[in-house]
């Protein structure tokens, strides 16, 4: 990959908690990605930037191994744990791309041109599309998910109120963020819904800090339940 490229993405990675320097090594249940996925863009970018344009169908018809040993990876490839939620919407994607994947190789052994130029616009596309079906809408978004992921998925299954306790201000600050939050231009017709949900969530985590501090333990499990609940109606929104 060209190496400005690369180092665009490893920035745009690193906005959206995908990649961490340093010494942390973050919980691979709570990465919001797929590894593998983000490899393929070392072979999506030269043919749809460089042979695609140029119309280098030599080029074009050379990818088809590495095409073909990516996308073999990402098949291969489990969703973390953060991304249970996605399976179905993942899946879909796959399909299309895996379909897309095939057309590109039929037509790298053919003779028609334009089909080859066809399918590789094709494979782009299907790409791209997987790709948002598992990215967040907004980083302060995951920032909260990766939170919340914890809270319901281990802390309230082995009871663990205190640390949800522990918790709670930290999800308030992630929730008022998520009130903040400025959506792409692709989603900015759904900023007024996403508005109303995200004042919905930072209710309920309140709500949920407010309980803990009262020391309200019985009444933990079913906050818990609704803040979830409430996150799940934000996701619905770009459903």
Known sequence: MHKVTRFVLIIFLLSLGFVLVGD????????STVPELIDFHDIIYPIWHTAFPAKDYKALRGFVTEINEQAAKINAAA??????????V???GL???????????????GSDDQALLDAAELLHSRFEMLVRAIR?????????????????????PEKKYAEIRSVAADMVAKAEAVTRATLS??????????????AKLLAETMALEAAGKAGLEKDIPLLVDKVHSAYQALEKVFD
Do not use: C
Request: proline residues 6%; without cysteine.
């Open 24 to 31: 942390q090594m973050p919980d691979p249940d709570t990465e």
């Open 79 to 88: 969703l973390p744990g953060i991304l249970r939620d996605k399976k179905q």
């Open 90 to 92: 993942w899946e879909t």
């Open 95 to 109: 399909a299309e791309f895996n379909q897309a994947v095939k057309t590109y190789g039929s037509a790298a052994t």
């Open 136 to 156: 967040p809408v907004a980083r302060e978004v995951d920032a909260y998910h990766k939170v919340l992921y914890v809270v319901y998925h281990k802390y309230l």
């Open 185 to 198: 231009k692709r989603l900015a017709a759904k900023t007024e819904a996403f508005q109303a949900a995200a």
